[in-house]
């Protein structure tokens, strides 16, 4: 089974400077990894995701994610954040297949500051 | 323009009620999903359904129902079983090595 982890509950940072958001997992197997925003009362946007092959993966919006096997972790950054990105990002595991084990963290609420 | 559509954006009901929430998709998806979500919290999953004609409970289906008859669809019934039903409903669908896509959710509110 996976499971994930996104230590910060919260990160409040100023408009125009970068952020890192951080996302570990666990599993036994080879995995699929996603992230997601959540803007107020609407659903989840895919972000960017890691199939396989680059370990450096762009999204939309200026993001971007680092896929690290050794350390388990797929951490999300931007180099200069707009008060637009002020949501709620979530962390994704699946091993691929189409069952329960598509699993996601708890979320990090981003504030960004004027 | 393919994607994943839920319905009603919000919805009241009595104690005691069942309701159901709608969940289209036209993504040729195989494999749909329904989570709850509550203020501050993350995603929990209740149903989720891999084929047509077949579904399994995720960690909190008590209190709720669903159906798989159409590749397309995946309703979710709250039955008056739920004791606490309020909360923000998200349906998600998921083809061959893709995320899952989201609908944009359905507030249930009991009054």
């Known amino acids: 089974a996976q499971s994930v982890t996104q230590l910060d509950s919260q990160v409040p940072v100023f408009e125009e400077a970068p952020v890192e958001l951080r996302c570990n997992y666990s599993?036994?197997?080879?995995?699929?990894l996603f992230w997601y925003v959540q803007y107020p009362n609407q659903g989840l946007q895919l972000l960017l995701k890691?199939?396989?092959?680059?370990?450096l993966v762009k999204g939309i919006n200026g993001f971007e994610a680092e896929f690290n096997k050794s350390q388990t972790s797929f951490h999300l950054r931007k180099p200069s954040v707009h008060i637009s990105d002020t949501a709620e990002y979530f962390c994704?595991?699946?091993?691929?297949?189409?069952?329960?084990?598509?699993?996601f963290g708890p979320g990090t609420r981003l504030s960004v500051l004027p | 323009d393919g994607g994943i559509t839920q319905s009603p954006k919000y919805l009241f009901r009595k104690e005691g009620q069942n309701v159901t929430l709608s969940c289209e998709q036209n993504?040729?998806?195989?494999?749909m999903y329904w989570y709850r979500q509550d203020p501050g919290q993350g995603l929990r999953l209740i149903y989720y359904?891999?084929?047509?004609?077949?579904?399994q409970k995720g960690d909190i289906a008590e209190g709720y129902s669903v159906s798989r008859e159409k590749k397309e669809s995946f309703p979710l019934t709250v039955t008056s079983a739920q004791k606490n039903p309020t909360a923000f409903y998200l349906c998600?669908?998921?083809?061959?090595?893709?995320?899952?896509?989201f609908g944009q959710g359905t507030r249930l509110t009991v009054v």
């Open positions: 998600a669908s998921r083809g061959t090595g893709t995320g899952a896509f």
């Open positions: 599993s036994s197997v080879s995995v699929y």
């Open positions: 994704a595991v699946s091993d691929g297949g189409y069952g329960q084990n598509f699993v």
């Open positions: 993504l040729n998806h195989d494999a």
């Open positions: 359904s891999q084929i047509v004609n077949d579904f």
């Open positions: 890691y199939l396989s092959g680059s370990t």
